[in-house]
């Protein structure tokens, strides 16, 4: 089955500094890659999604970005706020499995005010 | 209450009991979903629901049942708990077309003693 790593497990930055959030995948045939943020006490929510044939996806302050050759996709994130700590979630889906994805094992990211 | 909700929001039982959580969702999506959410695991899918009398087994399923006999309702029974099925199990709920995207519910905290 699908295999998704992320990285880093935790992830500290200063108010108005970026932050980026890396993934790995394993099945060449995924071709969905979704991005939770789950804020404490709550379940994920979803904040961006690309397909595969798609290399780059933008919505204000957040971007994403996929290499299919490499296998690998990452989250942007631009002059952090306070409100964008939380634990953040990739995952991948293969097509005909798109009810089921993987997701990595989650980011932890703090925005130091 | 619209929307997917999960009880209870916590609870402590005991090794060898039966544990049953629930969830309900409100917009009639075909998907629904159970994870557990472990640390330095991310989200593992335990079983998840095409439609009402469809389920199928995730990543984990050991020692988890389910049953849909109606599309809002999607519970999961522990049959015998054990320490290690401690954990935070969250209930999601999906469309059957595009964007696919997961909506979770707040989280059942279990704890097995």
New interface residues.
Partial sequence: ?ENVE?HP?TLSVQEGDSAVIKCTYSDSASN?F?W?KQEL??????II?IRSNVGEKKDQRIAVTLNKTAKHFSLHITETQPEDSAVY?CAA?IPGG?????????TKLQVIP | DAGITQSPRYKITETGRQVTLMCHQTWSHS?M?W?RQDL??????IY?S?AADITDK??VPDGYVVSRSKTENFPLTLESATRSQTSVY?C?S?E?RE????Y????TRLTVT
Avoid: C, I, M
């Avoid at chain 1, 006490?41 to 979803?46: F, I, M, T």
């Avoid at chain 1, 798109?98 to 989650?106: A, L, N, P, S």
């Avoid at chain 2, 979770?104 to 989280?107: R, V």
């Fill in positions: 089955g992320q497990s969905y979704p939770y006490g709550k379940g994920p929510q979803l999604d979630f889906s798109y009810q089921k994805v993987t997701f990595g094992t989650g | 998907y979903f994870y330095g695991h991310g989200l593992r899918l998840y095409a995730g990543e969250f999601a999906s059957n964007p696919y995207e997961q979770f519910g707040p989280g």
